[in-house]
């Protein structure tokens, strides 16, 4: 109380130097970080010995409903309830038998670049640094790997969803007869429309709603037996359209699909798309980089035709989450859609703003974090053999998961394995619709609970699916096989359990 | 050459345990993360001692267009590439003089929260995991520090500009007579017509230009005296575009201008929109967060009635790139214009994908890292009261480099300093207008080139204006005395070149 009193009220004056928000006791900062490395370290090192996933307590999702503290608290203490409340609560990607969406695992590499570009903190708009010039190195070195020329260019982005958005934005602009950027859609004397299969993300969708096209100008195309877009299909859709009054602009190929992981004819629809002068745009999110397996490439030719190519680095590439990818085959097309000019942001001879880098021209995004520098050192310390090596045994993996399905009389496999993707359910005689649903539905959820695996689920061709995407190079064999015992264990249980139900826990 | 013959060729079945891509010592992993958490710290508490900028060499440049590697490089070697490609060449923004642009400094913590965001390596897009209820609590925290109710929500995006597309988008759909997200622009009778001044940030009109509207859809109004919209003009503009056939939805007030920093009369904007039923959306990229200083609070009156607001945390909160923040007034408007359903992304009653935490039904995105943690990490550890501090320093800071200014014959303010940006010049009797603004410009070039400082320019009423933006925790009242006596001194230097070039070196 009496240090309070002796406290006099601040004059503006005071503020002047207000001592900022850096450290008092530098060595103190020093040594919490070297704590968290050592955490870090051995985390990622013992994943195997935790659960897979666990629930968050009532206790912890309390603390993180707490209102805003006006008080300071020491970074050490901090950091505690980031251990406490946080790091056990994860998505669990790290972890060797995490299977859901597709998320990849990460690397101890990648996360540190991270820490190296939080603490240079650099905003990547433009201008003559650094971080600009390692993100066109990274656009080059991704645009070489997927087989583009080499006046293509891009932007790194947070992701796929992002990458497809801001593709279909220059498709439609490039692709059109109106002037989209001043006069928008609303001067569209035939409205546009592009062309896709049923099986694409939902991310196209939510982009053609974005971008003012709106979700029905998305025409989802039925796909054949193996979950893959026939080229007479599309070019049908096309011819109709075209002779209803439509302006058809662009095609969406996948590059390995989301529920199944099939990969469209991408050669065959890029004939389609020259002959009637549309943009083909490839969703390669998940499998893009899939050309660096021996076993997918062949799939995948013609990946190298498309005008542009999303993918993501935090899948695949395995780069921590945020990373994703915008190719463009000819960039200039990219800087015609975002381009634009203001005072504040004018191009000067010398000093930060000079050079002729300026990343926020090719997209929506003016502030910019440094995501390319992990990209730029993972490649590095793995160097393209590393990747080639890691996704080829993911793929393989894959189809190994797809055999021990295939030789389990528990289990069907619901697709076929195209890619890094396995769709199968626990299956019992006489076992109908709905409750094999609700079984294979209780089977996900008790592998998450008991902390055995995560994989997600899907619904093919109406059933529910457990659906396993492998983007993890922490998998092992062993790990595959775990979780084959472990589905048929589950769905026996849980029948038993359903045909005795007095027996249950 | 013997090594390699004895490798014999891989069998499919080999890399079903490929061995992955975590470090075969995790020691050497660890003590390289020590290495650079130790070369961080050094670097940024001896920040002072080095250029706030330096050009890039040509070696350097060409090493940053090599192509890709093919081969392993160790993570040692790779870092010592970023330390010396790198590292030297930063945006400059964690520097004490970096005033360019609106680019905050950054905290050691933050950093820190950046590399246990991409150890843990969580995706934000939806689910039963800790980060989604982290973002959800930093959004509540930061709605109740601007005064918006409790039903408020939002989402952590890049930065302002994704932030501002995303508050269009919602407006958009809030706010107009036809269904924008099935049927698009096309569908629209009256073509849809949002406000702002014309000082307004240039990412709106790329926002208009993104989502379909046309950049001719923003109507952008001249300014008062002093750069602010005045709610008259304001609602002539609205009332004369009803006449003329236009469905006006969206005003854009500005808490701080890019240009300037002037503030618009927001309580003024509100009520214009209350009575003609417009949303009201604050550019707040810059100044949101101002209403923390007692000084800036009362100009900030009424930004706690708009229906949206945008604002950015690695600009005025100091935390790393890139945080950018979009807060919805009544967060179902926006759920209605993100959410979507798809099979792949069911919610089910256990599991990861349980709870009711979806950030992805907010917005574009479905890939999202957390930048929430390091939000969450450094609200905690300086409290609001630390950000009071240290965002009143800066507002102080301005105010007396615009006295500094004022007071020195030589530099004249080229607007008021309403917030924490300073527009000036060098200016000398009988130099005219195009020799005055190159005079200027190479002011700042000259500023940069020597490492002093690195202010930003822009146009102050067809002036080349120096531009001093402060959101930089490092700066002392040292440094902005500096910075008025080496625009004195280089102006001078420059103009006797000029006016004696055979004396110039």
Redesign the interface.
């Known amino acids: 109380m009496e240090e309070q009193k002796s406290v006099r009220p601040l004059a503006?004056?005071d503020?002047?130097?207000?001592?900022?928000?850096?450290?008092q006791d530098?060595d103190r900062?020093?040594k919490?970080?070297?704590r968290?490395?050592?955490d870090?370290?051995t985390?990622?090192?013992s994943l195997d010995d935790r659960p897979a996933?666990q629930?968050?307590p009532g206790a912890?999702?309390e603390r993180?409903?707490?209102?805003?503290?006006?008080?300071?608290?020491p970074?050490e203490q901090?950091?505690e309830?980031?251990r406490r409340?946080?790091?056990?609560?994860?998505?669990?990607?790290?972890h060797p038998t995490f299977f859901?969406?597709v998320?990849?695992?990460?690397?101890?590499?990648?996360?540190?670049?991270?820490?190296?570009?939080?603490?240079?903190?650099?905003?990547?708009?433009g201008?003559?640094?650094?971080?600009c010039?390692?993100e066109?190195?990274v656009i080059?070195?991704l645009a070489?790997?997927l087989g583009l020329p080499l006046e293509a260019g891009g932007l790194i982005l947070?992701?796929?969803?992002?990458a497809n958005?801001v593709a279909l934005?220059v498709a439609l602009r490039d692709r059109t007869d109106f002037?989209?950027?001043?006069?928008?859609?609303?001067?569209?004397k035939l409205?546009p429309r592009l062309y896709c299969s049923s099986e694409t993300h939902?991310?196209l969708?939510?982009?053609?709603?974005?971008?003012?096209?709106?979700?029905?100008?998305v025409r989802r195309l039925p796909v054949d037996e193996t979950f893959r877009l026939a080229p007479e299909t599309l070019e049908a859709a096309i011819v109709q359209d075209r002779a209803a009054g439509w302006q058809p602009f662009c095609v969406v190929g996948n590059a390995v699909t989301?529920?199944t992981g099939a990969i469209d004819p991408l050669g065959a629809l890029a004939d389609v798309c020259k002959r009637h002068g549309l943009w083909l745009h490839v969703d390669g999110a998940i499998g893009a980089v899939g050309v660096l397996s021996p076993?997918l490439a062949p799939a995948l030719v013609g990946l190298e035709r498309a005008d542009s190519i999303a993918f993501?680095l935090?899948k695949w590439l395995?780069v921590?989450?945020?990373a994703?990818c915008l190719l463009v085959r000819d960039v200039e097309t990219e800087r015609k859609a975002?381009s634009?000019a203001?005072?504040?942001?004018?191009v000067?001879?010398?000093?930060?703003?000079?050079g002729d880098a300026w990343p926020n021209q090719l997209g929506?995004?003016?502030?910019?974090?440094?995501k390319a520098?992990?990209v730029w050192?993972s490649?590095?310390?793995?160097?393209?053999?590393?990747y080639r090596?890691?996704i080829?045994?993911?793929v393989?993996?894959a189809r190994?998961l797809g055999q021990l399905i295939e030789g389990q009389p528990a289990l069907e496999l619901l697709a076929p394995v195209s890619a890094n993707i396995v769709c199968y359910r626990f299956v019992s005689k006489g076992l109908g619709g709905p409750e094999l649903d609700t079984l294979n539905?209780r089977i996900?959820?008790e592998?998450?609970?008991r902390g055995l695996a995560?994989p997600?689920?899907?619904?093919v061709r109406g059933h529910f699916a457990i659906?396993v995407a492998i983007t993890n190079?922490?998998?092992?064999?062993s790990h595959?096989e775990s979780l084959v015992a472990a589905s048929v264990a589950i769905g026996e249980e849980l029948l038993a359990e359903m045909r005795h139900p007095s027996e249950g826990v």
Chains 1, 2 share one sequence.
């Open positions: 503006p004056g503020l002047l130097d207000g001592g900022g928000l850096d450290p530098w900062m020093r919490l970080g070297h968290m490395v050592d870090l370290v985390w990622w090192s996933w629930p968050i912890v999702l993180l409903a707490s209102s805003v503290p006006e008080q300071p608290t970074p901090v950091y309830e980031f409340d946080i790091l056990p609560y994860p998505t669990g990607n790290s859901s969406h998320i990849g695992t990460g690397t101890p590499l990648g996360a540190f670049s991270d820490l190296l570009a939080a603490g240079l903190n650099c905003n990547v708009f201008g003559h640094q650094a971080a010039h390692v066109r190195q080059a070195w070489s790997i947070s992701g796929g969803s992002m958005i934005a002037d989209v950027r001043r006069q928008g859609l609303h001067s569209a409205r939902n991310c969708d939510k982009g053609a709603d974005l971008l003012g096209l709106g979700s029905e100008s989301v529920g076993t993501d935090h395995y921590p989450y945020e994703g975002f634009n203001t005072a504040y942001l004018s000067l001879d010398a000093g930060l703003s000079s929506p995004e003016l502030s910019r974090g440094f520098l992990k050192m490649i590095k310390e793995h160097g393209v053999s590393g090596r890691a080829e045994t993911n393989l993996q190994h539905r996900v959820e592998l998450h609970l995560v997600s689920h899907t619904f659906r190079h922490r998998t092992r064999q595959i």
